[in-house]
Structures are given as structure tokens and as C-alpha cells.
């Protein structure tokens, strides 16, 4: 029988390694998106013009100067949270903003336009 610590459930072992997974393919994808994009910086607020809020994963400009938002799912059956899957189609379509204090290049207040967000996971091609 595994002993666990008084107050950690049961799954909570499965739970940290999940979010230590996803941590590392984010900062992977953060890396390789550096390859090719500037201003990259990870975890920006975004708001949608209904007020729904996500945290987007990669942040960056692509060579044309466009704004290209990522977000990074470390496993084939990953799914995307209530306020990913409502927020991402808004952004395509009208955008949204930079909430909170933002990061270098994206500060609070930066308006996003509509931008569609990328979803990769593992093996597929950025």
C-alpha cells in the first residue's frame, strides 16, 4: 500500500506529474517557437470581449510582426478547460486583451487582434 500525506488525495501523485508534463512540453514549445518568433513569453491573460479570461500558454510575433498565440497540450487526449474552449473561437474572431500585468511586449491593456490559436501537442508539427 503507497502511503500518501495526510491531506493529498489519493490522485494527487498522478495530478503533480500531469502538471510537471505540461510544464515541460510548454516551455519545450516555447523554445522552438523562439526558433522562428520573437517576443516569445509564456502564461499571458487574455480576455475575450464577453469577458470570458484564458491563460494562453506561447505568446509571440511571427516574421511578419503578427501576433500568434499557442497553446501547448502535452498529450493526445489533453482537453482544452471551459474557458479555453470558449475563449479560443472569440479570439479568432474579434480578438481580445492583455489582462493583469501582462509580460514584456504583451503589458497589461495590449489589445490582441483576432487571431486564431494554434493547439499542439506531442509529434505534430509546429
Known sequence: ??????G????????????AQGRAFQEAVA?????TDTNVVQNVTI???SGVKTVM?????????KVALTEAKSSATARLT?????????IAQT???VVEQGKPGFPGGTKIPPTEVKVVRPNQPQ
Open 8 to 19: 493529498m488525495p489519493e490522485e494527487a501523485p498522478g495530478i503533480l506529474q500531469n502538471a
Open 57 to 65: 500558454d506561447v505568446v509571440s510575433k511571427d516574421a511578419s510582426g
Open 47 to 49: 480576455k475575450t470581449e
Open 95 to 97: 480578438g481580445g486583451t
Open 82 to 90: 471551459p474557458n479555453q474552449a470558449a475563449a479560443h473561437p472569440e
Open 1 to 6: 500500500m503507497q502511503m500518501v500525506p495526510l
Open 31 to 35: 523554445a522552438q517557437t523562439a526558433v
